[in-house]
Structures are given as structure tokens and as C-alpha cells.
């Protein structure tokens, strides 16, 4: 792949990455509830969800998917399921529940926690699959290699990746994380909102 053709395919991964939407919202409310790692690692797993569909794109996959209407609904269902799962975990939070823990244990299981959710919002999201087949039919050809797509693939993870990681390390520091720990509760709330309304619109 020459570098004009990858930096037209890094820049329309960046405007998909940092298009707002249930990923933001999941890295934003983690992140505010389980401090900068919790986020960060939100953004990792979220960024390996993409990254895989990235793969699975580019080897023609994912058209299948979006070929098959009884597996595009199956996967369909169930990221509207795991969204409302994360709505309603949302609402139901308890104020003061977010307080971050001093334990490394903790810490680890909370930061496994936030990669397993991230992941999940990605990879359980049929229209990455759309998104994918469609951006890649512009750069992928008969004789694409596996090189190729593993290319494809470190570009739309990583970027993606990393935008999350960044947007969990802003959020993080000192008296912008204390503002957004002050008003925890209020973004639990809409960060539920948000997720129940996405995975209804899903069903629908």
C-alpha cells in the first residue's frame, strides 16, 4: 500500500474514531469511575474490537455478515442487549459508587472489566461490519495479502485505540477528573440514558 492510499485510509479512520456515539459515552463513564487506567483500558479493548473487524473486512468477511440476514440480526441483538445491559447498570448506579479503590487487585480486575466492556461495544456492533466493507472496498484488491490487511487492520485499531486513550487521559487529570467524579451520578445517569436509547434504536 503507497502512503498517499494509507493516509487517505488513516484519516477516514480518525473521522470515524472520534465520531461521538456509545463508545465515548462507555470511555467517558469509565473512566470517571474507575479512574485514567479503567479508561484507558476501555479504549484498548475498544480498539481491538475494531481492529478485528478491520481484519475481518479485509478479507471479505464481513460481507458475509451483512449478506446473512439471520447472523447480521443474531450479532445485532445481541450488541442491543449488551448496550441496554450497560444502560441500566448505569441507572441503577448508587452515588459515591464510583470511589476508586487503593488495591491493586481491585485496580486489575477493574481495568479487566473496562478492556472486556470496550471490546464488547465494538465487536458486538454490526454496523462496524457496514462501516468496514464499505471503506475497504476502496482500498482492497483481488491479490490484497495477508500484509495488507494486517495493515489495514493496526491502522483502524490503533487510531481508533488511541483516540479513546487520549480522551481517558484528558478526562483524567487532576481537576477535570475531580469535576467529573463531583458530577459522577448526572453522567451515570445520561450515560445510561444515552446507551438504552442507542440499543433501542437498535431493536427498532
Not at 458475509?64 to 450488541?79: E, I, K, M, N, S
Request: hydrophobic share 55%; aromatic share 10%; net charge neutral.
Amino acid at each position: 500500500m503507497i502512503l498517499t492510499t494509507w493516509l487517505a485510509l488513516a484519516a477516514i479512520c480518525v473521522m470515524g474514531a472520534i465520531s461521538p456515539g456509545p463508545s465515548l459515552a462507555l470511555v467517558m463513564r469509565n473512566t470517571v469511575r474507575g479512574g485514567r487506567w479503567h479508561g484507558v483500558a476501555t479504549g484498548l479493548g475498544h480498539g481491538l474490537g475494531v481492529g478485528l473487524y478491520a481484519l475481518i473486512a479485509a478479507y471479505g468477511l464481513a460481507l458475509l455478515l451483512t449478506t446473512t440476514p439471520w447472523l447480521f440480526q443474531l450479532v445485532q441483538y445481541a450488541g442491543a442487549g449488551f448496550l441496554a445491559w450497560l444502560g441500566l447498570r448505569s441507572l441503577l448506579a448508587k452515588p459515591g459508587s464510583s470511589a476508586v479503590t487503593e488495591h491493586g487487585s481491585t485496580e486489575t480486575q477493574s481495568r479487566q472489566l473496562g478492556a472486556v466492556e470496550g471490546f464488547a461495544v465494538a465487536f458486538l456492533n454490526p454496523q462496524l461490519a457496514i462501516f468496514f466493507v464499505a471503506l475497504f472496498s476502496q482500498f482492497v484488491h483481488a491479490d490484497t495479502g495477508w500484509q495488507e490487511a494486517l495493515l489495514m487492520m493496526l491502522t483502524a485499531g490503533g487510531i481508533d485505540a488511541s483516540w479513546y486513550s487520549l480522551v481517558a487521559i484528558a478526562l483524567s487529570h487532576g481537576p477535570v477528573l475531580a469535576w467529573l467524579r463531583a458530577q459522577s451520578l448526572l453522567i451515570d445517569r445520561l450515560s445510561g440514558l444515552v446507551l438504552l436509547g442507542i440499543a433501542i434504536k437498535i431493536v427498532l
